[in-house]
């Protein structure tokens, strides 16, 4: 995950400055490479807008947080309000929301939060997939940052424009020049927040696999189900996210079906926790034959989960010497 840097991370501020406090240097090297033509060639529309994404106006300074939160939350069908994230995201010490309470209070609401590769192309994709993004400008200066969440709706390359739901406007305009300009100063930093069982266009599988360790954390059995089954699908080699599907099936009362899951992992990839988590599941459910099996293969493989595989097969015994006449 990017962030800015550690001096300035303590002030990552919800509030909003004067537009014309935004000061430009350098140049907009990733609008550049947006203009040309191959990014067109490779899919994206030239216009994208969003329009059923809800606003909710800033009526207090430093609440930007919980109100781009609430916008994003809801266009992904999840029922959130500022006034019930305001809580959850905001620091009165500190005037703002940090970074790391939006992407819990993500959580906490049933959405998952899926960080962007920082890259106004990856932006512009998630918008062109319909799924608004939350980013982190500085409106002030270097030396005088003002911090600002706000939540990108669209975008026109004719126009070289980007639209944002941000402060008190519902639409505001931003040529993408001064745009990347503002967000380059939190290192690009964007999120989506989506439903459990969607997949974000742009999501790669490292930080798909670490948004959705996070959301099992908080997230109830069949949510996170839900969440693992999608992005297994698209990443089916993946053991953490495989192994997360068949945990969360299982907390969600479906043995059978982590069962299911623990065999193919363990035999596809001899994972010695899917033979414990197999062999477990199996002696619950009164299978002792598959149970002893999976036990007695962990064994065999030994190394990290040595000692939960001698542990299971002598339960396995002990189960099997109360079955006997």
């Keep these: 995950m990017t962030n800015p840097p550690q001096r300035e991370r303590r002030r990552l501020l919800a509030g909003v400055a004067a537009f014309g406090a935004v000061s430009l ?3 907009a090297t990733q609008t550049a490479e947006l203009l040309d033509t191959r990014a067109v060639a490779a899919g994206l529309p030239r216009r994208v807008e969003l329009a059923q994404v809800p606003f909710f106006p800033q009526d207090q300074r430093f609440l930007c947080g919980p109100e781009s939160l609430a916008a ?4 992904a069908g999840v029922a959130a309000t500022p006034p019930q994230l305001v809580p959850q995201v905001y620091l009165p010490g500190r005037e703002g929301s940090l970074q790391a309470e ?3 209070a993500t959580r906490r609401q049933g959405g998952v939060a899926v960080m962007l590769p920082p890259q106004l192309e990856a932006l512009c994709r998630e918008l062109a997939a319909g799924t608004p993004v939350v980013i982190l400008q ?14 990108a709706v669209g975008y026109d390359l004719d126009e070289r424009t980007v639209l944002l739901r941000s402060g008190r406007e519902r639409r505001m305009v931003m040529s993408l020049r001064t745009f990347e300009h503002t967000w380059a100063r939190s290192a690009y930093w964007a999120f989506v ?4 069982g969607l997949v974000p266009v742009t999501a790669g599988e490292a930080e798909m696999t670490r948004a959705l360790v996070a959301f099992e954390r908080v997230a109830a ?6 969440a693992y089954t999608a992005a297994v699908q698209r990443w089916p080699a993946n053991v953490t996210l495989l192994m997360g599907q068949g945990n969360t099936l299982y907390a969600a009362g479906r043995k059978r079906e982590a069962a299911e899951v623990f065999e193919a992992t363990a035999r ?4 010695g926790a899917a033979w414990v988590n197999l062999g477990l599941v199996q002696l619950e459910l009164g299978h002792l034959s598959q149970a002893e099996a999976a036990a007695r293969r962990a064994v065999e493989l030994g190394g990290n989960w040595s000692a939960q595989a001698n542990k299971l097969l002598r339960k396995v015994e002990a189960a099997q010497q109360q079955t006997k006449p």
């Design 25 to 27: 240097t350098g140049c």
């Design 72 to 75: 994003v939350l809801q266009a």
């Design 102 to 104: 939006m992407l819990a």
């Design 138 to 151: 500085n409106l002030g200066l270097a030396v005088s940052p003002v911090w600002h969440y706000a939540v």
């Design 193 to 196: 927040a989506v439903a459990p």
């Design 221 to 226: 059995p069949e949510l996170a189900s839900r």
């Design 268 to 271: 596809h990839h001899e994972h």
